[in-house]
């Protein structure tokens, strides 16, 4: 049975309701001053051809340039962001 519903589905160009925290969490982490050392590692890892390190840096570029950023890519930035820090 595959039943869905408006309150449990997201509907097409819906955001998803943890963009709005993973933003959130991922200007926290800005404004923390080591988080520069963590992007210079980032950086780095982008010019090695990193894939991640490389969307990774251009949805903080998108950010801090105040442009659309999608939640998929808020959502992976927050969740990036955690496993590099922790």
């Keep these: 049975?595959?039943?869905t519903s408006d309150e449990n589905?997201?509907?097409?160009?819906?955001?998803?309701?943890?963009?709005y925290v993973a933003l959130g969490f991922?200007?926290?982490?800005?404004?923390?001053?080591?988080?520069?050392s963590r992007r210079e590692a980032l950086a780095s890892c982008a010019m090695s051809n990193n894939r991640?390190?490389?969307?990774?840096?251009?949805?903080l570029r998108r950010i801090e340039n105040k442009e659309a950023v999608s939640d998929r890519y808020l959502l992976g930035l927050?969740?990036?962001?955690r496993?590099?820090?922790e």
């Design 1 to 3: 049975m595959n039943e």
């Design 9 to 19: 589905t997201l509907q097409p160009g819906e955001t998803h309701p943890m963009a």
């Design 26 to 36: 991922i200007m926290s982490k800005l404004e923390n001053p080591l988080f520069q």
């Design 52 to 59: 991640i390190a490389k969307i990774c840096l251009e949805t």
């Design 78 to 81: 927050a969740w990036f962001l």
């Design 83 to 85: 496993s590099f820090g």
